[in-house]
């Protein structure tokens, strides 16, 4: 599979050659690759026009919709990382993000739940007005190489949420690998259901798109009713999922949730919680011929950085599934608790080092400086996460070296 250079100008390239292909379907509402590329040529014409102090990150409002979509594309074609932020935040994260952040305007795509002081929002008609003025844009002024694309802000389990810069090039390490790691087809259907705020959603998004894909969103509300959820789903004509694995258990709940039901469905890929040897038993014998992917990563070093597909024979290995190799880009040790490496078989905390690694957090030197540093001149990051590595590389997913837990997600 041929590799990505660009993800902007990957898109726009699909979207100039095919402009009539669907890039995204809301529950039968359809947008295409023509009007992605001018609802964010647009935007990042408007952007460019307002003044706003280079490289400040804009604050991206909203649910899983196209303008959201096209609204990441219009920030990141100006030059600026966007920071996405889910409709079901609360309105205390939003004011702590923006004093965090620094942002240099907001974009909201549904009604803010609170004000923002000063800050320039573009809302509304305005906005639609602006999606909908025909510009021309050059990609001159266009994040690339180490310049941030997205900020994704992590819970705040232990205390303020924390913003994690990932550059382009991130970006690139990230995308390449999963096309090549998961043989993902040419115009992947793909479920879209975790919201952008959540980090996973990177992993359903700019792989589907660099291949001219089709994301299928499927919002928090359908995701809540399950008759509609059980209802809705076999419509949507899916060969990718991506998910958590407690989504698919609710899924599981659906007896005709199977091959039979789902013929096109041929890659389940899993991150952001423990993939459970019974639910991969499930699904194999729904979905015997399917591939199943489970993988594992820290926000701070892309979404994933290692994978293994669960086979019948890992299965009647393993009681608890490994966590899988590390991609070939990254390299990582493994240390105990006075930072000394152990050897294989040995439990400890993982640091990884590579090219998917953030630069850190925004305007958090203090944070930033207890887990991120150099490694043999790579960014490097000590992931808080208990791990074994056997002798043949592979991880085993042991705990955290702190008092998190994570639940759906968080």
Partial sequence: MQKV???IEKIDSIAQEHPDWIAYDYLGNTHTYGELK?????LAAYILEQNIMEQAPIMIYGGQTFEMVAAFLGAVKSGHAYVPIDRHSNPERLTMINEIAHPGMCIAIEDLPVSLDDLPILEGQELSDVFANSQSVELDQAVTGDENYYIIFTSGTTGKP???QISHNNLLSFVNWQMDQFDLPDRPVTLSQPPYSFDLSVMDLYATLVLGGTLKAVPKTVTDNFKELFEILPTLGLNVWVSTPSFMDVCLLQPTFDADHYPALSRFLFCGEELSHATAQALKQRFPEARIFNTYGPTESTVAVSAIEI????L?????????RLKPDMGGYIIDMDNNVVKAGNEGELVIYGPAV????INNPTKTNEVFFKYEGHPAYKTGD??????DGVLYYRGRTDFQIKLHGY
């Avoid at 953030?358 to 957090?361: L, T």
């Avoid at 208990?386 to 002798?391: G, K, P, R, S, T």
């Fill in 358 to 361: 953030s630069k850190g957090y």
């Fill in 162 to 164: 924390k913003g994690v």
């Fill in 386 to 391: 208990l791990v074994v590595m056997d002798q």
């Fill in 5 to 7: 250079t660009n993800v």
């Fill in 38 to 42: 001018a609802f964010s040529d647009n």
């Fill in 311 to 314: 086979t019948d024979a890992v």
């Fill in 316 to 324: 009647e290995q393993n009681d608890r599934l490994p966590i899988g």
